[in-house]
Nanobody
């Protein structure tokens, strides 16, 4: 069973930066797509960024130009570099891996941005 564990969340002031990491428990794990999502109370989970095996990336309009997703397949890890953080970025951030139709989810890490 593959487990995904997020880390790097915390409290930061507006304009600051954080880097989130998501590591898979299985070595040489190479999913078709790795994603970052976020969710705030009372709202649906939002797709923030995606990264495919060939390195192609996509971002939600709300984070474009501020966030960068990357992956290290040798370490079975995906990262989310978050710059110029805004209070509206406050949420629980989840990573997800898609492999041959199966989706694996992390348990989430809290990001709080103060004004």
């Amino acid at each position: 069973q593959v487990q995904l564990v997020e880390s790097g969340g915390g409290l930061v002031q507006a304009g600051g930066s954080l880097r989130l990491s998501c590591a898979a428990s299985r070595s040489a794990f190479n999913p078709n797509t790795m994603d970052w999502h976020r969710q705030v109370p009372g709202k649906q989970r939002e797709l923030v960024a995606t990264c495919t095996t060939d390195g192609s990336t996509n971002y939600a309009d709300s984070v474009k130009g501020r966030f960068t997703i990357s992956r290290d397949n040798a370490k079975s890890t995906v990262y989310l570099q978050m710059n110029s953080l805004k209070p509206e970025d406050t949420a629980v951030y989840y990573c997800a891996a898609v492999l041959f139709g199966a989706t694996f989810w992390g348990q989430g890490t809290q990001v709080t941005v103060s004004s």
